[in-house]
């Protein structure tokens, strides 16, 4: 579950940044980009026995995919 909550969250985050793309909205790509960027750091900084880091990071995830795929 871990995994895949930031496998979501990558996927509200990159078609925020298609969209920001196809608006002409560049400053907004790149922004979403690297926080695309920084999930993808933080998700495999996460060690595999580290349960309450991983319980942690899906809750943060979930939530800020929450918010954000109302933007999409």
Do not use: C, N
């Not at 078609?15 to 790509?29: H, I, S, V, Y």
């Not at 580290?50 to 918010?67: P, T, V």
Request: glycine fraction near 8%.
């Amino acid at each position: 579950m871990f995994y895949e909550a930031g496998t979501m969250l990558g996927g509200v985050l990159v078609a925020l940044t298609d969209k920001a793309a196809a608006d002409g909205r560049p400053d907004d790509e790149r922004s979403w980009m690297a926080e695309h960027a920084r999930l993808l750091r933080e998700r495999a900084m996460v060690g595999a026995d580290d349960r309450e880091g991983q319980i942690a990071a899906k809750l943060r995830w979930d939530a800020r995919r929450e918010r954000l795929s109302r933007l999409v």
